[in-house]
């Protein structure tokens, strides 16, 4: 009887052995995938695009390039303020690592 206990008690243990990492496994992929996924440069570049065209006065004069995350900002606006505007709305974009600011104030614009 003990040696049949045994037995069972060996199998119990070696399938909770089995099953018991996949379960882990399937946690740590749940846990990648509620994990930001990284954003390309084509995706960074027409986020920020939109944003500045609906939100910065001139904004549709500014072109945007993105490379390795570092996005580029030329083109002119009719003020400072839409200058800086321009800057915190690219920082604010996910993504974003860096920004080269070549934007040119043109009052009158």
Avoid at 9 to 35: W, Y
Avoid at 62 to 89: C, F, H, M, W, Y
């Amino acid at each position: 009887m003990w040696k049949r206990m045994l037995r069972w008690s060996l199998a119990l243990g070696s399938s909770i052995m089995f099953i018991a990492p996949a379960f882990t496994a399937r946690a740590d992929d749940q846990q990648n995938q509620s994990a930001t996924p990284p954003v390309s440069d084509d995706w960074i570049t027409s986020q920020v695009k939109q944003k500045l065209g609906t939100a910065v006065p001139g904004g549709s004069h500014i072109d945007v390039d993105t490379k390795n995350d570092v996005v580029t900002l030329s083109g002119s606006v009719p003020s400072e303020t839409a200058r800086t505007q321009a800057l915190q709305i690219t920082r604010d974009t996910a993504g974003v690592k860096q920004i080269k600011d070549e934007i040119k104030v043109h009052p009158g614009k």
